[in-house]
């Protein structure tokens, strides 16, 4: 939980350094998690705002480790494979 999802700061804005906070060592398997906190964090803020500037940054970010780090392919114990979602043409 970052410094600013705690009860007690709810009387402050958020700031570059929380959306930081928020990403931390994001790993590919948490990046959607991740980028879903970073949106909440943000949703309220005018888009020239700091931290909106810095969390759209790093949900640009979370988006790319997530579908960077797939692993999907092949078929396995006789289930289909799955196409990779960099393949979609709807994936840009």
Request: charge should be negative; proline fraction near 11%; hydrophobic fraction near 30%.
């Amino acid at each position: 939980m970052s410094e600013y999802e705690q009860p007690g700061r709810l009387e402050r804005e958020p700031t570059p350094e929380d959306v930081r906070q928020l990403m931390g060592a994001s790993a590919p398997h948490f990046a959607p998690h991740l980028r879903n906190r970073i949106q909440t964090l943000i949703g309220g803020l005018p888009p020239d705002h700091a931290a909106r500037v810095e969390g759209e940054r790093a949900i640009a970010r979370l988006d790319e480790v997530a579908k960077g780090a797939e692993r999907r392919g092949e078929s396995g114990r006789g289930e289909p494979g799955m196409p990779s979602l960099r393949a979609r043409p709807d994936s840009a």
